[in-house]
Structure formats: C-alpha cells, structure tokens
C-alpha cells in the first residue's frame, strides 16, 4: 500500500514538473529570440558605426577601425576594454556629425542652401576631392532625407571610387523615393555591370530604357548588358533601336559584330 502511494506521489510531482517546464518554455523562446535579435541589432549598428568611421574619420580613425574590426567577435561577447573602445569611437562619430552639419538636421534648411551645397559636392567631386564631396552630400541628406539628386550623386561618387556595395546602397535608396527614375536605373545597371551582374544590368536598363526610350547612352548601356548576359534578341532589338536615335553612334559597328557572335553560338548550340 505504501508503495502504491509512493508512485502515485511520484507521478504527480513528475506531472507538476511537466506543467512547470511547459509553461516557462514559450517564455524561455521569447527570451531566447528577443536576446538573439538584440545581439543581432547590436552587430548591425556596429558595422554601420564602423563603416561609416572608416568613410569619414579620416586616418585616425580609419587605424582605430583597423584595429577594433578584427576584434568583432570578442565585442559581441562582451568584453569590456573593446566596449570602452567602441564607446570612444561613438563619441568620436559624434564629431565627425557634427562638422558634417548632422547634428543641426532639426532646423529647416532652406532651399538655396541645399542647392548650393550640392553644388559644391558636384565640384568637389570633380576635383577629385571625394571625401569633401560625400560630407557635402551627407550634410544635404541629414536636412533633407528625401532629396533624390543627394542620394543618386553620393551613389554615383561611390562608383566612381569604386566602393560598389555603398554606391547600390546609396542608389537604391533614391529609387525607393523615384521608382521610375530613369537617371537612377542606369546609375543601379551600371553598378551592377561594374560587379559582373549582367542580369542585373539588363533588367535596371531595360528599365530605364522603357522611361526614356530615345536616349543613346541608355541604349548602349542596355546592348552592353544584352551582350554580357549572352542575349542576343535582346541585344539586337536594342541596336536597331539605338540605329535609329542615333545613326553616328561609333560603337554600332562594335555591337553589331559582338551579337553575330552570339547569335552563330546560339545557332551551334541548338
């Protein structure tokens, strides 16, 4: 009898563990997954934080970067001597907001000063002077988040520099506010034709062809994509085109004999 009473009292202590551990199991996820995206975010921001030192701070600070990025995975652990670095780092960001004009961003800025400064980013640019150039464009962006021609001429310094990833970044985010923005669909194909992505490039300048149809630097950009992409219909429908908005283009010739070979390695292929 007592042993019958042991197991039943067994049991119900094993059942009241069952329910105990089935109740804080959804609140043991929660936590888990909330610990894991603020780990995540966390990450995030660092990047961005060290990205944007690197573009900005200047020698300087562009050695402190080198030195804490290696550190990243002992950052997200926690430690405490590279917290104290990324804290410096942060306030050093702080300066560096403030002489780009970031930390007046809450007051208007009125419309001729905008221009002016995308004038003197334009200039700046071609001179040469590219990191002037992207504080001014920064500086136009941090009044005004919407300004199209900011976002497209920062991600068009990109390209020219060569930095791909924040020329994309920079550009798609001008097409989010003009979707059918002809200028910025070819800047975004050109990116992509920089990096090797010739689908890519087609669909942006077929995009930004379809907008403005009789433009011969859009044309020959899109023939170019059609080419690297092994299209030849494509690429043919494009050069007749671009024949008849512009029948002097010098690289019709070019074109013409690239898409016959094409076409004869289509054929073979069949």
Same mark, same amino acid.
């Given at each position: 009898?007592?042993?019958?009473?042991?197991?039943?009292?067994?049991? /119900?202590?094993?059942?009241?563990? $069952?329910?105990?551990?089935?109740?804080?199991?959804?609140?043991?996820?929660?936590?888990?997954?909330e610990?894991?995206?603020?780990?995540?975010?966390?990450? $995030?921001?660092?990047?961005?934080?060290?990205?944007?030192l690197?573009?900005?701070?200047?020698?300087?600070?562009?050695?402190?970067?080198?030195? $804490?990025?290696?550190?990243?995975?002992?950052?997200?652990?926690g430690?405490?001597?590279?917290?104290?670095?990324?804290?410096?780092?942060?306030?050093?960001?702080?300066?560096?907001?403030?002489?780009?004009?970031?930390?007046?961003?809450?007051?208007?800025?009125d419309?001729?000063?905008?221009?002016r400064?995308?004038?003197?980013a334009?200039?700046?640019?071609?001179?040469?002077?590219h990191?002037?150039?992207?504080?001014?464009?920064?500086?136009?962006?941090?009044?005004s988040?919407?300004?199209?021609?900011?976002?497209?001429?920062?991600?068009n310094?990109?390209?020219?520099?060569?930095?791909?990833?924040?020329?994309?970044?920079? /550009?798609?985010?001008?097409?989010?506010?003009?979707?059918?923005?002809?200028?910025?669909?070819?800047?975004?194909?050109?990116?992509?034709?920089?990096i090797?992505?010739?689908?890519?490039?087609?669909a942006?300048?077929?995009?930004?062809?379809?907008?403005?149809?009789?433009?011969?630097?859009?044309l020959?950009?899109y023939?170019?994509a059609?080419?690297?992409?092994?299209?030849?219909?494509?690429?043919?429908?494009? /050069?007749?085109?671009?024949?008849?908005?512009?029948?002097?283009?010098?690289?019709?010739?070019?074109?013409?004999?690239?898409?016959?070979?094409?076409?004869?390695?289509?054929?073979?292929?069949?």
């Amino acid at each position: 009898m007592l042993y019958i009473i042991s197991a039943i009292a067994g049991l /119900l202590a094993l059942f009241v563990i $069952i329910f105990l551990i089935v109740k804080k199991v959804p609140h043991l996820r929660i936590l888990d997954i909330e610990s894991l995206k603020a780990s995540r975010e966390k990450r $995030i921001k660092q990047n961005i934080l060290m990205n944007r030192l690197e573009r900005l701070g200047g020698e300087k600070v562009k050695k402190i970067v080198k030195f $804490i990025k290696p550190a990243g995975s002992i950052l997200s652990a926690g430690k405490s001597r590279i917290k104290e670095k990324v804290k410096n780092l942060e306030n050093q960001y702080q300066k560096i907001a403030k002489e780009l004009g970031s930390a007046s961003a809450n007051h208007a800025v009125d419309v001729d000063a905008i221009k002016r400064l995308l004038e003197e980013a334009a200039s700046l640019a071609s001179e040469g002077n590219h990191l002037e150039a992207e504080k001014r464009y920064i500086e136009v962006i941090s009044h005004s988040p919407k300004n199209t021609a900011a976002y497209e001429d920062l991600g068009n310094l990109y390209l020219d520099m060569k930095q791909y990833e924040q020329a994309k970044e920079s /550009l798609s985010y001008a097409l989010k506010i003009k979707p059918n923005d002809a200028s910025v669909l070819a800047s975004l194909g050109e990116v992509s034709l920089r990096i090797g992505n010739a689908n890519d490039a087609k669909a942006y300048f077929e995009r930004a062809t379809s907008v403005r149809p009789n433009n011969p630097k859009y044309l020959d950009f899109y023939i170019q994509a059609c080419i690297d992409s092994a299209s030849p219909e494509e690429a043919r429908h494009g /050069l007749e085109r671009l024949r008849e908005v512009n029948p002097e283009n010098q690289k019709l010739d070019q074109f013409e004999e690239a898409i016959k070979k094409l076409e004869q390695q289509s054929i073979a292929n069949k």
